[in-house]
Nanobody, 115 residues
Framework: QVHMVESGGRLVQAGESLRISCEFSGRAAGRHNMGWYRRAPGKAREFIAR????????YYENSVKGRFTISIDNAKNTMYLQMGSLKPDDTAVYYC????????WGQGTQVTVSS
């Protein structure tokens, strides 16, 4: 299992940037690709980005491509999501997990984008 703790979410204005973090741990942490997911109000949780554990081959869903950047620091067991040109539609609770995801989730971190 991989355990995850997300942090860094807050209220921002549309157009601003924000970086959120995911600290991960556990015996299996070195064997899984990692991903970012989000759940907007009233919607199902959705996958938005993934990265290979080596830090290579990032992939983004169209909704965030060109605006968000995923990265990983294996020395710190931390994954990041740099979010730019934020829109009100990006308002959501953001989660990290393995890719594909395990059947449990952390608390997530709330990102709210005001117009």
């Amino acid at each position: 299992q991989v355990h995850m703790v997300e942090s860094g979410g807050r209220l921002v204005q549309a157009g601003e940037s924000l970086r959120i973090s995911c600290e991960f741990s556990g015996r299996a942490a070195g064997r899984h690709n990692m991903g970012w997911y989000r759940r907007a109000p009233g919607k199902a949780r959705e996958f938005i980005a993934r990265i290979h554990r080596s830090g290579q081959n990032p992939y983004y869903e169209n909704s965030v491509k060109g605006r968000f950047t995923i990265s990983i620091d294996n020395a710190k067991n931390t994954m990041y999501l740099q979010m730019g040109s934020l829109k009100p539609d990006d308002t959501a609770v953001y989660y990290c997990n393995t890719d594909p995801p395990q059947n449990f989730w952390g608390q997530g971190t709330q990102v709210t984008v005001s117009s």
